[in-house]
């Protein structure tokens, strides 16, 4: 009875798995051949794209931090979402806003009250490098929250995939042998490379 349930959780744990691992190897792929990339592509990050540009007509307080006038900013052009801000020498806002699909830069001049929108350059790699690199409890925000507990959930349900299969492995008395050779020789490539590099 345990092993029957033991198979049904590892077969439906791979079918949930499955877009999970196929981000992470695309992503892993991309970044282990990056210089591909910088072949074709270049060096350095996507080019910014303008999007929009617009006079902000709302007021923020005398006193008011970067990271108020970022959230005040982001909330009045429903651009509202996990972001980073700075404000360069000059007083001019300058305005992060991570997506994973469009990443936006919004450059905000307190003297002429002007905001430029602008995104990247859509690139198939860039993109499944912030899937693989993106992180949620940190920003405050609820969808990133989520992101991040999906991402242990996935951590989790790889140890248990894991964990079942070597139970399954060691039940089927017929593929001990080759699956020792198979579980050895992983275990002997992950010592070398971790000795050695």
């Known amino acids: ?5 033991l198979r049904r959780i590892h077969l439906y744990l791979a079918l949930f798995l499955a877009p999970w691992m196929l981000m992470y190897a695309l992503s892993t792929l991309v970044m282990n051949h990056r210089a591909y990339f910088v072949e074709k592509h270049g060096r350095g990050p996507a080019p910014w794209l303008k999007e929009r540009e617009l006079t902000y007509e709302g007021t923020f307080a005398p006193d008011a931090a970067p990271r108020d006038v970022a959230r005040q900013l982001l909330d009045s052009l429903d651009l509202d979402g996990a972001h980073q801000v700075s404000r360069r020498n000059d007083g001019v806002i300058v305005i992060q806003r991570q997506d994973l699909l469009s990443p936006r830069r919004i450059t905000y001049t307190p003297a002429t009250r002007q905001v430029l929108i602008e995104r990247t350059e859509a690139r198939t790699h860039a993109t499944l490098e912030r899937f693989h690199r ?3 409890y940190s920003t405050g925000y609820l969808l990133d929250t989520f992101w991040a507990v999906s991402v242990d959930l996935v951590i989790a349900a790889c140890l248990i995939w894991a964990l079942s299969g070597l139970w399954m492995w060691w039940e089927m008395k017929a593929t001990r042998r080759i699956g020792a050779t198979g579980l050895a020789g992983g275990i002997a490539l992950f010592a070398f490379y971790l000795i050695t590099i």
């Open 1 to 5: 009875m345990f092993s029957k349930l």
């Open 134 to 136: 993106r992180r949620g």
